[in-house]
């Protein structure tokens, strides 16, 4: 039997940024507006606008944010099916290899912007 998935809306106002805690493996949807996506580590720029969508693969906080304001789904799988076991075991991993992974960078930005943990 499959499980289903855990969804989560979020809103970000114009400006607004925010960081999400725990999140690899969540796919973010861009429902509306335009959201642009940074993952430590990784080169690219992600910009999400209406109805795209991409799988975050950072273990580490990620840092979204919007100029004109966005409306986004996070999907992730439910706790003890395969996916969510497979990336809890990728962040613990993750987490021994690079001090930055996990909490850390949230820990050090709470109180200065908004946070979402996922898991």
């Not at 996506?37 to 906080?61: M, N, P």
């Given at each position: 039997?499959?499980?289903?998935?855990?969804?989560?809306?979020?809103?970000?106002?114009?400006?607004?940024?925010?960081?999400?805690?725990?999140?690899?493996?969540?796919?973010v949807?861009?429902?509306?507006?335009?959201?642009?996506?940074?993952?430590?580590?990784?080169?690219?720029?992600?910009?999400?606008?209406?109805?795209?969508?991409?799988?975050?693969?950072?273990?580490?906080?990620?840092?979204?944010?919007?100029?004109?304001?966005?409306?986004?789904?996070?999907?992730?799988?439910?706790?003890?099916?395969?996916?969510?076991?497979?990336a809890g075991?990728?962040?613990?991993?993750?987490?021994?290899?690079?001090?930055?992974?996990?909490?850390?960078?949230?820990?050090?930005?709470?109180?200065?912007?908004?946070?979402?943990?996922?898991?």
């Amino acid at each position: 039997m499959s499980r289903p998935t855990q969804i989560t809306r979020l809103a970000l106002g114009p400006r607004e940024t925010m960081v999400l805690d725990h999140a690899q493996g969540v796919e973010v949807i861009a429902r509306q507006g335009c959201v642009w996506l940074t993952q430590h580590g990784d080169s690219r720029d992600i910009v999400l606008e209406q109805g795209q969508s991409f799988t975050l693969e950072s273990a580490a906080g990620v840092v979204m944010t919007t100029s004109r304001g966005a409306e986004l789904i996070l999907r992730a799988a439910q706790p003890g099916s395969a996916a969510a076991a497979r990336a809890g075991w990728l962040r613990r991993l993750a987490g021994w290899l690079d001090p930055r992974a996990g909490s850390r960078v949230c820990a050090a930005l709470e109180g200065r912007v908004r946070m979402h943990r996922v898991a």
